[in-house]
């Protein structure tokens, strides 16, 4: 019954190619976001979903793309990888505030 | 935007005493402050919040300080155990159309010495 889970927790591939991570919530919360935590540590929110909609776009590279399919789901698709995109990104959901985190997906970029 | 600043980065401290974590934001508007803590490779979880409309929140150990004017809050961590050791975040946001845009401090690894 974990609140907020990701697939797959690791993913290692070659630069160039195209990947996608998928977060699901059983909360019920109506916002998702995705956020990326860089090999110091530093956690840096890209995108957040309100009841499908985009509500917040980080400076992000456009080979970033979230999809929201429905409130419960945010998925990341990231085109022509690179090795700058190794990282850890971590979904959350929240209902307001505050919010909760998945487990995360660590992306090795060889 | 947004900017906030931690302190210290490293914090070690002897089991059993207190240790103190500061934060500073940029934005007035900020209005909602959290702090999650991070074991190593776990996920970020939330273990106090405040909101900007009261100064200081205690849970058992743990306690937040809020000084709006000054623009700085502080995480209070008293009869440290060895189990506190993590990375320490502190967030500071303002409510975006149902969203809460947090912007993170850079982190500060608490070292609980036995």
Partial sequence: ?110 | GENVEQHPSTLSVQEGDSAVIKCTYSDSASNYFPWYKQELGKRPQLIIDIRSNVGEKKDQRIAVTLNKTAKHFSLHITETQPEDSAVYFCAASNGIQGAQKLVFGQGTRLTINP
Wanted: charged share 20%; proline share 5%; glycine share 4%.
């Fill in chain 1, 1 to 110: 019954d974990t609140a907020v889970s990701q697939t797959p927790k690791y993913l290692v591939t070659q630069m160039g190619n195209d990947k996608s991570i998928k977060c699901e919530q059983n909360l019920g919360h109506d916002t998702m976001y995705w956020y990326k935590q860089d090999s110091k540590k530093f956690l840096k929110i890209m995108f957040s979903y309100n009841n499908k909609e985009l509500i917040i776009n980080e400076t992000v590279p456009n080979r970033f793309s979230p999809k929201s399919p429905d409130k419960a789901h945010l998925n990341l698709h990231i085109n022509s990888l690179e090795l700058g995109d190794s990282a850890v990104y971590f979904c959350a959901s929240s209902q307001a505030a505050p919010q909760y985190f998945g487990p995360g997906t660590r992306l090795l970029v060889l």
